[in-house]
Nanobody, 128 residues
Framework: QVQLVESGGGLVQAGGSLRLSCTAS????????MGWFRQAPGKERNFAAAINWSGSNTAYYADSVKGRFTISRDSAKNTVYLQMNSLKPEDTAVYYC????????????????????WGQGTQVIVSS
């Protein structure tokens, strides 16, 4: 069993920045990939970014956040971060971190189904 705890959400003006954190804890688990998804009111949960845990630090981004968001990890702390710069009102959503603790088909980091564990979500509101 894995528990994910998120922090860092809040209210920010358009053009500002926020840094989200998510720490995984539990017994006898292995992280393969951690990611961030977001869900705006009335919309489905969509992929934002993900990063590999074993081997390379390869990162993946949705087109909507590429160039503005940066995902990173600290393996010693089992923690993933999402640095969000140049925030736009359209970024307003509840942000969820997710952990993939089992092997999965290459390239499926984009899909929520790939991840076994999810955080409680942290609200991000970007004002105009």
């Amino acid at each position: 069993q894995v528990q994910l705890v998120e922090s860092g959400g809040g209210l920010v003006q358009a053009g500002g920045s926020l840094r989200l954190s998510c720490t995984a804890s539990g017994r006898a688990f292995r992280l393969y990939t951690m990611g961030w998804f977001r869900q705006a009111p009335g919309k489905e949960r969509n992929f934002a970014a993900a990063i590999n845990w074993s081997g390379s630090n390869t990162a993946y981004y949705a087109d909507s956040v590429k160039g503005r968001f940066t995902i990173s990890r600290d393996s010693a702390k089992n923690t993933v971060y999402l640095q969000m710069n140049s925030l736009k009102p359209e970024d307003t959503a509840v942000y969820y971190c997710a952990a993939a603790t089992a092997r999965y088909v290459s390239g499926t980091y984009y899909y929520p189904r790939t991840y076994e564990y999810w955080g409680q979500g942290t609200q991000v509101i970007v004002s105009s």
